[in-house]
Nanobody, 118 residues
């Protein structure tokens, strides 16, 4: 079984940066892709970014393009999300997720809170 654990969240001022990490444990992840999602208070969970695990192809939601960078360290079984020029609208709980195939995410972490003060 794959377990995911996020870290790196916190409180940051608008315009600042944070780097989130997601450590995979249980077994080596060898699925199709991993991604980041976020859920703001009172809103649904939204896709943020994803990366194919084998070849590193990346995908982003429009509002984070140019500000966020998703990456992975296959040897360390870890996923990252570098976030820059943060705004209050980025405030949310951020979740990492893993997908064995291309149709759904099978594994989810517990989430890490990111709060951006304006």
């Amino acid at each position: 079984q794959v377990h995911l654990a996020e870290s790196g969240g916190g409180l940051v001022q608008a315009g600042g940066s944070l780097r989130l990490s997601c450590e995979v444990s249980g077994r080596t992840f060898s699925g199709y892709a991993m991604g980041w999602f976020r859920q703001a208070p009172g809103k649904e969970r939204d896709f943020v970014a994803a990366i194919t695990w084998s070849d590193g192809v990346t995908y982003y939601r429009d509002s984070v393009k140019g500000r966020f960078t998703i990456s992975r360290d296959v040897a360390q079984n870890t996923l990252f999300l570098q976030m820059k020029r943060l705004t209050a609208s980025d405030t949310a709980v951020y979740y990492c997720a893993g997908a064995e195939g291309s149709d759904e995410y099978n594994y989810w972490g517990q989430g890490t809170q990111v709060t951006v003060s304006s």
